[in-house]
């Protein structure tokens, strides 16, 4: 039986977040595996005086100014087996694993945190994570917000068109394939300005009230491979 597909849009952006709650880093292309992109999330800091807690993570919801701190590879040619280097919001450069920048998170926190580091990555849900830029404008954000992995540009421009792909498999210009597995549930990161920090609660409070409190979808691989920013995409019949 042949396949058909349906041309949805590009790719209008790609992310991903070296440390957890930090700030992303934009990509023009990056590798897709089972465990998500190359690089995403292998890092997050544990808040000290919650051990059994089932979200242990320290994040931008304990100190929004975690979203200021920028995390990157070393050497990015080899992700696998690079360090990562940390600009604080003070413009220091410290290693990830550096005492001082744990004491500082530790200070903002006002409780002890640690550092792990995952192989797999840590994330809430599922590894990979989709919106519309149509979907952001429609709620007057910034997608960086939501921080997602795949930003699409839709051949439409019809704002949440992505939850209605849910289900069904994304195939990309450059070869990788994903499917749509669930909306994301939001919590109070959106209202975090990625570039200020500063917090306003009316974003959340408009997913909550007209979206079920959903934006953007979780996705798993089917076939790893490489996505670039510019690569059409095709939806599965």
Known sequence: MTEKFQDVGIVKALYRYPVKSMRGEALAEAQVY???????????????????????????????????YTPQFTYPADVRNSGIAVQTPNGRSLPITSPDLQAELAQAYGHDVRLIHIG????????????????????????????????LETAGGRPFLEESWLDRALHFASGARIRLNRRIPRCVMVNVDPETAVKDPALLRLVAQTRDNCVGVHASTEQPGTI???????LEA
């Open 34 to 68: 089972w465990h998500g992109l190359e690089g995403d999330r292998r890092y997050a800091f544990v808040r000290g005086d919650r051990p059994d807690s089932s979200f242990p993570w320290l994040t931008g919801r304990e100190i929004p100014e975690m979203l200021l």
């Open 120 to 151: 797999r990555g840590v994330f809430d849900s599922l590894p990979l994570s989709v919106m519309s830029t149509a979907t952001a404008a429609a709620l007057n954000a910034d997608f960086r917000r939501f921080r997602q992995n795949i930003v």
């Open 228 to 234: 670039r920013v510019g690569d059409v995409v095709r």
